[in-house]
């Protein structure tokens, strides 16, 4: 039999996916009880993952040191970027603030090892990079979880993964796939700060969908679907 | 200021995660309404993308002939990965229901364009592969969306991505990241299903945890997080 979702736990899901935000700014500087990250780091444990492998693992980062040496190494690679802009866009992306390795509670590195033989590769053969797809679903587990708490994430990708590996000790084999600052917020944006700074827009739902094969679109469908979906969406907004 | 969740809201994330299971038995005959099916690609739609760049697409699959062929893609690649286990472990391998391609509603191909500049390049320069991670946080908030609306998601990566990309016209520059079969189901099992059937047991949290740097484990502190954590488990699996 299945277990239904009512009204407001199902509305819990949509406000979690339509209000959760990347975040950068607003980081409270309260700490994050141990057992709001215990549930965060549960939630993203409870993953789907191919063969049942759970190949991920998480490295929780408190340590103010190592966090310097993380943030140092954003600022060289954020430099860098910085550079390939120029102009109007430069100018926009000097404005953007993408970290708060520093600022946040707590700083928790996803890591995956591939080469691990539990699940005994079942589903890996054909497509072995459902491995490290496990460990993302994980951080999206987390990264909702966390916003049903008050809790924000901000996943940080400007950092060279070979400095983030030296810092962190962490071996050749395994593939580090995401480093999250975490923390109480005091407030969470209702559209992307992306959106806003103008840096870029959504998408209309309707235009990432195709029928029955690629390229063969639908439009009347596809904003038909689109339509059908914004009541979730203003349910979630609120 | 912060939008807080109500318990009720909370508990039904917390449900969603810990009753989500990949299904691949239990699909029921009926079919699935295009507003439940736009509710959850739209909440796949809103995930956290590096830059904005929202770099996912879906296709929306139902033809019948279209979904034989990926049938026989999987009869072909399932039988190679039988071949693999011998004794216990293959006879264990063939009572695995491991697809829904036929019985299922309707498929959902999911791919990633990392070639696409939406997002202008932003958080891509250290870690291009966050585009491919993208999608599959766009998976993950779909699949979550899916189980509270009663919905079953199974995920078949036993697939040549080769024969699949033939079969959906994909182009070479596009990502296969996922072949999704989704409908409504007679039962959501309590535990997944490779557990009960002992193919692989769940991993106990503490043993995912490390502390600052990679290979520093703490077993007392990682034991008292795990325990923490159980409330979570136990409100959601109720």
Known sequence: MVSRFSDVERRGV????????DVRSHFAAEPLPDDVLARILSAAHHAPSVGFM??????????????????????????RAAELYAGDRRRRYE????????????NVCVTCDPTATRGHGLGRQTMPETAIYSAVCAIQNGWLAARAEGVGVGWVSIIDPRGLR???????HVVIIAYLC?????????????????????????????????????????????????????EGAR
């Open 54 to 79: 759970q190949p991920w693992e998480f490295i929780v980062i408190t340590d103010p040191a190592i966090r310097a040496a993380v943030k140092r190494r954003f600022d060289d690679a954020n430099r």
């Open 182 to 234: 975490l923390g109480y917020v005091t407030d969470f944006e209702t559209e992307p700060e992306l959106a806003t700074k103008g840096w870029e827009q959504r998408v209309p739902l309707a235009e990432t969908l195709h029928f029955d094969r690629y390229g063969r679109v639908d439009g009347a469908r596809a904003r038909a679907l689109a339509t059908l979906s914004e009541a979730a969406r203003i």
């Open 166 to 172: 030296q810092i962190l000790d962490v071996p050749d």
């Open 95 to 106: 404005t953007l603030k993408l970290e708060a390795i520093v600022a946040s509670a707590v």
């Open 14 to 21: 949509y406000r979690a996916i339509y209000e959760r935000r």
